[in-house]
C-alpha cells in the first residue's frame, strides 16, 4: 500500500523559502509520477509540479515556474519541494500525490495522496 508523508510546512514571512519533503512508502515507485497540488482555504486544489520518478521530467504549473522547483532522491524515496521568495498568496495546504506512469496537472489522475502540509506566508 502506497504511504506519502509530507513534512517542511511552516509559518514564513513573505520573501523567504521553504522546502517540502514528501516521503514515499509502499512500492517501487520507478514507473510512477509524484506531485505536488495546494489548496488555500475556499479555493479548489490546484496543481504546482509533477516529476517522474524514473526520468526526472517535470512539469510544472506556469504561474509558479521559476519560483518553485520539484526533485526526488531516489535512494531516500523522498520527493522534495523547494519554494523561493514566497508570497502571502501562496499559503495553502500542500499535498503530495502519486500515480502511475506520467505526470499530470489533474488531480483527479492521482490515486495516492498524502495528509497535507499547512504553509503560511505572512506579509
Known amino acids: 500500500q502506497v504511504q506519502l508523508v509530507e513534512s517542511g510546512g511552516g509559518l514564513v514571512q513573505a520573501g523567504e523559502s521553504l522546502r517540502l519533503s514528501c516521503a514515499a512508502s509502499?512500492?517501487?515507485?520507478?514507473?510512477?509520477?509524484m506531485a505536488w497540488f495546494r489548496q488555500a482555504p475556499g479555493k479548489e486544489r490546484e496543481f504546482v509540479a509533477a516529476?517522474?520518478?524514473?526520468?526526472?521530467?517535470?512539469y510544472y504549473a506556469d504561474s509558479l515556474k521559476g519560483r518553485f522547483t520539484i526533485s526526488r532522491d531516489k535512494s531516500k524515496n523522498t520527493v522534495y519541494l523547494q519554494m523561493n521568495s514566497l508570497k502571502p498568496e501562496d499559503t495553502a495546504v500542500y499535498y503530495c500525490?502519486?500515480?502511475?506512469?506520467?505526470?499530470?496537472?489533474?488531480?483527479?489522475?492521482?490515486?495516492?495522496w498524502g495528509q497535507g502540509t499547512q504553509v503560511t506566508v505572512s506579509s
Open positions: 500525490a502519486a500515480r502511475l506512469n506520467i505526470g499530470s496537472r489533474y488531480q483527479y489522475d492521482y490515486a495516492y
Open positions: 509502499g512500492r517501487t515507485f520507478s514507473n510512477y509520477a
Open positions: 516529476i517522474t520518478w524514473s526520468a526526472g521530467t517535470t
